[in-house]
């Protein structure tokens, strides 16, 4: 008859794991896991945010370029803030002065020759140009005393605004 030796069995029931380790395990990494998704998520949702932000900030900047790369003044003569009579329509081509952009609003935005520009579905843009008092730059002015406040707005398909 063999004996058994004790000290050899206890030392195989002690070996694995029991079924509480591995049940609290498995919790422990199923949070980690769902932390880690959530992460991810905010991370994918704050980058989207910032592309949209970035496609605005980019779209006010290349319409502020074109309207000061025009005359502060009407070659014509005119001293009205606002559009010449005769230019109308979605193209700027014949706009030749900073003023001539007041109270443009396109949504989708356009280029200067009128064609929609690519990927700026959902985005607007409008502006709004006035004469500024020389002291009080932030103040509108009653006439013209050289100088011209030209305020832009970009709104992107989430109704944040970029402003210029």
Same mark, same amino acid.
């Given at each position: 008859?063999? $004996? ?9 029931? &002690? ?23 959530? $992460?991810?998520?905010?991370?994918? %949702?704050? %980058?989207?945010? +910032? ?10 900047? &290349? ?6 790369? +025009? ?20 193209? %700027?081509?014949? !706009? ?9 609003? +396109? ?12 990927? &700026?579905?959902?985005?607007? !843009? ?11 730059? +932030? #103040? ?6 050289? $100088?011209?406040?030209?305020? $832009? &707005? #970009? ?10």
């Amino acid at each position: 008859m063999a $004996l058994r030796n004790p000290s050899r069995n206890s030392r195989l029931a &002690t070996a694995g794991f029991s079924l509480v380790e591995v049940v609290i395990s498995m919790m422990v990494v199923s949070l980690m896991l769902t932390s880690a998704m959530y $992460l991810l998520g905010a991370a994918t %949702r704050s %980058r989207s945010v +910032q592309d949209t932000q970035a496609v605005a900030r980019s779209l006010a900047h &290349t319409l502020m370029s074109e309207i000061l790369s +025009q005359r502060y003044d009407d070659p014509q003569g005119g001293t009205v803030i606002g559009l010449d009579p005769g230019k109308s329509g979605p193209a %700027r081509e014949s !706009w030749d002065d900073v003023d001539d952009y007041h109270n443009l609003t +396109q949504s989708p935005p356009r280029g200067r020759d009128g064609a929609i520009l690519a990927n &700026t579905t959902g985005y607007s !843009w409008s502006v709004a140009v006035n004469h500024a008092s020389l002291l009080a730059p +932030q #103040v509108n002015s009653g006439s013209d005393q050289g $100088l011209k406040r030209i305020n $832009l &707005t #970009v709104t992107d398909p989430a109704g944040r605004q970029t402003t210029l």
